[in-house]
Each structure stands twice: as structure tokens, then as C-alpha cells.
């Protein structure tokens, strides 16, 4: 009997230790891949925030700029012509503009130049008007 017992024992550690190594082993695997994910994601954002200015043509700032003017059109040539609001604010973010007040102000003072030309300009020439501006 004694026998028994301690072989049903050896064999329980055995599986318990077999059982703790494949846990260890696919936990260090998950830690791995999440390692390997934030690093990609923070080479993304240094790539992406690491220019000083947005210029063109491969910053990805520059193309998400864009495409929020092209996607935003009517609300910011609204708020252009009021002089200010929260999608100008978020373009002045987009576009490393400091002053996003007077991003407002300017676009209202250039509110022709910038919509109100026919056929409209694109969303890429907005962009670069805008970005010309200093501020």
C-alpha cells in the first residue's frame, strides 16, 4: 500500500511540475509577443511624432491631417468662416500648431483662399496652405 501512495504521489508531482512548466513556458512566450507589440507600436509613434515639422509627402501626421480635412470639410470651413471650434483645434493638434486660437483667426481672415475658390481646392492644398502658416 505504501507503494501505492508513493507512486500516486511521484506520479501527481510529476504532473503538477509538468503542468507549471508548460504554464511558465506559455506565459513567458505571451510576455514575449507583448514585448515585441509595444515596441513596434512605440517605433510607430516615435516615427510619427518624432519630426519636428509635418511636412510632406511620408509623414503620417501630414496624411492623417488630410484626410481629417478631407473628411471634415464642411465642419471646418463652418468653423473657418466663425473663426474657431473643435475640429480647427484638432487640425492645429494634427498639425504641430501651437497657437490653435489664432490657426482659427487665420483661417477666417483666409477663408476665401482656403474654401472659397471654385472648383474647390483639395484637401492636400488646404493642408498645405495651413501648414504654411506659421503658429
Known sequence: MYQKVRSTLALSLT???ASGCTA?????RQAGSATVAIS???TYVSKATGNASITRPNVPRYADAT???RSQR???RRQAAAGGGEDIRAL???LNKTGNDELG???????ASLFGQTPSLSAQAVVDRIDMHEG
Open 24 to 28: 511558465l513556458s506559455s506565459t513567458t
Open 40 to 42: 513596434h507600436g512605440v
Open 15 to 17: 504532473v503538477v511540475l
Open 105 to 111: 483667426r487665420w483661417m477666417q481672415m483666409h477663408y
Open 92 to 94: 492645429a493638434i494634427l
Open 74 to 76: 464642411a465642419l471646418l
Open 67 to 69: 484626410a481629417f480635412v
